[in-house]
Structure formats: structure tokens, C-alpha cells
């Protein structure tokens, strides 16, 4: 578990109203957290427009960790981070999520993954 919250912290979200969204975003960058360290590198995001990305070493060696992510015609934006901790709370807060390897739509694509290929073989 990365984070959890304290109990003055859990008073004020609930005189704002917004104790049940504080305690999903918990648990949701606390499933970030541990999918990462249980080698589960793969997340989602759907808004505005489906994304997946994958986190891998950072190809330029200037990070330990890069969190690569896609839409439906190729790669839009990495994060670079060096330690676990920090890259699941990046990762949280663009908005992605935990995805089983089952459910993969994008990155199953060779179109999107060659183009990601192109990119870093330059």
C-alpha cells in the first residue's frame, strides 16, 4: 500500500462531501502502486478518448522508469520517474488505471506499437 488516509484527513472530505471520490482515488492509486510492483506494467485511461500505456526502462537512461501511453493511432506522451512510488503517482494522476493483460485493446495493435518502435529507433 503507497498511501492511505488520516483520520483528520477522512473528517474534512466528508464535511466536503467528497469522502466516497477521496476513498476511490486512494484505492485506485493504491492498485497502481501494487500492480507496479507486482510487475503488472499495463494501464488504461478512457476519458475524453481511450488510452493504454505500459511502463518500461527509460530508453535514454536519464530515468529508471518510463511510462509510455497510446490512442488508437499511436504513441502521445510518456512520464519518467525513478522510482515506483512516484511513477504510480504520476500515473494515477493523469488518470489511467490498472489493466489485466486480458483486456489490452490497443497495445495488441502492431500498427500502434510499430509506430511506437519508429519513434525510439530514430
Known amino acids: 500500500m503507497l498511501r492511505s488516509m488520516t483520520e483528520e484527513e477522512k473528517e474534512c472530505y466528508k464535511i466536503f462531501g467528497v469522502y466516497e471520490q477521496a476513498v476511490k ?11 507496479l510492483t507486482q510487475k503488472k506494467f499495463i494501464f488504461c485511461r478512457n ?11 527509460d530508453p535514454t537512461g536519464q530515468y529508471k522508469h518510463q511510462f509510455s501511453y497510446f490512442f488508437e493511432r499511436g504513441p502521445i506522451g510518456d512520464i519518467k520517474e525513478n522510482t515506483l512510488e512516484k511513477m504510480a503517482e504520476r500515473i494515477f ?7 489485466e493483460k486480458s483486456d489490452v485493446r490497443l ?3 502492431s500498427e500502434i506499437i ?9
Open 25 to 35: 482515488d486512494v484505492e485506485n492509486l493504491n492498485k497502481i502502486y501494487d500492480a
Open 93 to 99: 494522476e493523469a488518470g489511467f488505471f490498472s489493466l
Open 107 to 109: 497495445l495488441s495493435n
Open 47 to 57: 476519458i475524453y478518448a481511450y488510452k493504454e500505456g505500459f511502463v518500461h526502462p
Open 114 to 122: 510499430a509506430n511506437f518502435q519508429v519513434i525510439y529507433n530514430k
